[in-house]
């Protein structure tokens, strides 16, 4: 059986912190897609970590975590990362598999996605340049290296072929920086990896599940990043909804159970791109401050605004969400007023639904004004004990989405969390 838990909105809904908190009822956790460009907090003895590559439920001793298929790999951040999390007594070792069919992100890869960046100019994507673009075009165009040559005798020649396909092209772009430090590390973590499991993914989850273990898929980036269905070209390169799961670890549809969608009680993005419902005043700026919002991946401050249901409700059909967790509720606590937006005003008319070129059009966010709860609920643990106006916003969101609120989130710590 398979469970899903992804973001609905534009990333860092608090997807690392939940997974963390659900990792205990599973057998495994995977990543089906993204790579380095995902940051997940979780927090481990009250001391917080941010996980890139490897997936949130490392913690849990008993918790096998695999890296699939479709996850795009930078050996560099794993190492680093296998490291940070030895220093808490975890043996990456033991409980880490990845899939030998995961392709690999190449120190050119990283040089191409900032020498593209550089030439877009005012039209660049934000991208957290980490190399995750070009790694999906060699993976589509059939060219890149995966995580299974790495035990090949040729793996280095085949690694030159393509790095002077590479050069050619960040020669056109007229990119001249010097990536040689960056190619000794990837030799030294790619010799690292070697003594990591690498498995056939697809039998490795295939056979657990048929075992009867519970397997939860952990979703990187957003729904609104999707490469089909989000902000295009302002999105990742990878299908973050989840359909992305399938192929993302080699398993079928119809074995997966719940989709968990996690959005926060506002809405954020980092990077470019459209943005209905930003707050360009005071009140965002309170948004940010209060919710801490800065990249966990770039340190970049992320843009805020009010919760968008035309574009959750889009993420809800798009991935069939069974269930929503709504995190930083506890970042509205003090706010008077809030906004709800409820629909897109387009030429005048009132929509529903996401355009398909949102950043081509105006779109002004209607909004429905709800009571601010007034009240902190950072140590609130159970949901008979949430002040009236917070139900009333919630319920309010229940009823436009057609999913329940299953968990409300209160704050950042492990235990912060309330059954709805
Ligand atoms: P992810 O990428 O979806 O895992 O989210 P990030 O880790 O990038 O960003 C979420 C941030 O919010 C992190 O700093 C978390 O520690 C924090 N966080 C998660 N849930 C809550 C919550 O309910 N309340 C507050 N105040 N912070 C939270
Ligand atoms: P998590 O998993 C928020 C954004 C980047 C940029 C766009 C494309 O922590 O939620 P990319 O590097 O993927 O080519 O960048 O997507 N982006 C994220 N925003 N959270 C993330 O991951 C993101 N991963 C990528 O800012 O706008
Ligand atoms: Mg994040």
Avoid at 115 to 134: F, M, R, V
Avoid at 249 to 266: T, W
Avoid at 359 to 364: D, F, R
Wanted: hydrophobic share 40%; with cysteine; charged share 25%.
């Amino acid at each position: 059986m398979v469970d899903v838990l992804l973001g609905l909105q534009w990333g860092d809904e608090g997807k690392g912190k939940i997974v963390d908190y659900f990792a205990p009822h599973y057998d495994i956790i995977a990543r089906f897609q993204g790579g380095p460009n995902a940051g997940h907090t979780l927090y481990v003895n009250g001391e917080k970590i941010v996980l890139h590559q490897i997936p949130s439920g490392i913690f849990h001793a008993s918790t096998i975590n695999l890296i699939g298929n479709g996850v795009v790999l930078d050996a560099v951040t794993l190492k680093k990362e296998h490291d940070k999390v030895a220093a808490f007594g975890v043996d990456g070792r033991k409980n880490l598999f990845i899939s030998e069919r995961t392709h690999l992100i190449l120190p050119t890869h990283r040089a191409l996605d900032k020498a593209s960046e550089l030439s877009k100019g005012n039209d660049k994507i934000g991208s957290t340049l980490k190399g995750i673009g070009p790694a999906y075009m060699d993976k589509t165009g059939r060219n890149g290296l995966r995580v299974g040559d790495l035990l090949d005798k040729n793996f280095t020649t085949q690694y030159i072929k393509l790095r002077m396909k590479h050069q050619r092209m960040l020669d056109s772009f007229g990119f001249t920086e010097d990536i040689s430090a960056w190619e000794e590390e990837f030799f030294e973590a790619i010799d690292f990896m070697r003594s990591l499991n690498i498995v056939n993914g697809e039998y490795f989850i295939n056979e657990k599940i048929r075992a009867g273990k519970k397997v939860l898929a952990e979703g990187a980036q957003g729904s609104m990043l999707d490469v089909d269905f989000g902000t295009f070209p302002f999105v990742t390169s990878s299908n973050t909804i989840s359909a992305g799961v399938c192929t993302g670890l080699g398993i079928a549809p119809n074995r997966i159970k719940e989709v968990i969608g996690v959005s926060k009680a506002y809405c954020t993005r980092v990077g470019s791109g459209p943005f209905p419902t930003e707050l360009h005043d005071e009140v965002g700026e309170r948004l940010r401050k209060i919710g801490n919002e800065f990249g966990a991946t770039t340190g970049r401050p992320r843009r805020c605004g009010w919760i968008d249901l035309v574009a959750l409700d889009f993420a809800c059909m798009i991935n069939g969400v069974t269930q929503i967790v709504m995190t930083k509720a506890d970042v509205l606590d003090a706010f008077e007023e809030l906004q709800v937006c409820t629909h897109y005003r387009i030429d005048g008319k009132e929509e529903r639904s996401i355009p398909y070129q949102m950043g081509k059009l105006t779109i002004e966010p209607v909004y429905q004004q709800f009571s601010g709860w007034m009240t902190d609920i950072t140590s609130i643990a159970s949901s008979d004990k949430l002040p009236a106006a917070m139900n009333t916003y919630m319920h309010f969101i229940n009823d436009y989405l057609k999913v329940p609120v299953s968990y409300i989130s209160n704050g950042p710590g492990r235990d912060q969390i309330i059954k709805a």
